[in-house]
């Protein structure tokens, strides 16, 4: 059983060596002469310095609403915790256990649309 | 051979949960710590995997990596200020702060890991544990299985409520 989890840790490490070995190969080979111009912090051209004063510090805080999303988001990857093992044995059950995940997934959809109705999900 | 991957696959595994879990400690920015915090959990579910509990680590995936780890970086981008360079992660006793969690460490935690005599299960393990999960989750534990689900509707309506009061 262990064995097929080997060709995860090849899929984990090829990964990794893909991402890495650019960032080596473009350290290694490329000229470092760095002047003030090149250092300047800039977005889509656009230089930090031309930047209006209230959008100069980067590290704002987000906004309270946003956290909503990720409490919303928590609760939905905790039913996929339970949607797991009953997709596992989806091929051995019957119609009965159809008709209680139904039930599962309609009782948190409710709470989907009780976060919907309530706008906790809009854009703010 | 097998027994050989298995061993390296855990030295490897143990040697980056200890690694990321000092660089959460000792890392001077806030985020970067809580993006080792993710790395340990990572490895923790490889362990996981290694002793052939493969739900608890698709568990650990979901609900750390993903669930506690973005709870955990709202938090950070929400809070004002804590990711400046000016702020501190440490005050005046962290010298004070090690030597004592070392001296606990020395005196509890290692004789107790070093003298105690686990008990080996002697059962192997249970072939296809996901499978008998959901099996059982949808017959022996129907009730609690919904239940559970009321439990994480009424979560998210609180969770609604709270969050939009402020």
Known sequence: MLQAYVFIAILLIASLVFAVTPLLMAFVIRPKRPNPVKNATYECGLEFESFPEEARPVWVPFRVQYYVYALVFVIFDIETVFLYPWAVAYSQLGLYALAEMFLFVAILVFGLAYAWRKGALEWV | ?166
Do not use: C, K
């Open chain 2, 1 to 166: 051979m097998a027994e050989t991957v298995t061993y390296g696959a855990f030295f490897l595994l143990s040697a980056v949960v200890l690694i990321s879990a000092l660089a959460v400690v000792l890392l001077r920015n806030v985020l970067h710590s809580a993006l080792a915090l993710i790395a340990t959990f990572f490895a923790v579910a490889g362990i996981y995997v290694l002793l052939e509990a493969e739900f608890l680590a698709a568990v650990q995936v979901l609900i750390y990596v993903g669930a506690v780890a973005v709870l955990m970086l709202f938090a950070i981008m929400l809070t004002q200020r804590i990711v400046d360079r000016g702020a501190r992660v440490t005050n005046e006793q962290v010298l004070l702060a090690a030597l004592v969690a070392l001296a606990l460490f020395a005196a509890v935690l290692a004789p107790v890991a070093w003298n105690a005599a686990w008990n080996v299960s002697q059962e192997p393990v249970i072939p296809e544990a996901i499978r008998e999960l959901g099996l059982q989750l949808v017959t022996t534990y129907a009730l609690p299985f919904e239940v559970a689900a009321v439990l994480l509707l009424v979560a998210l309506v609180g969770a609604i409520i709270m969050a939009r009061e402020t």
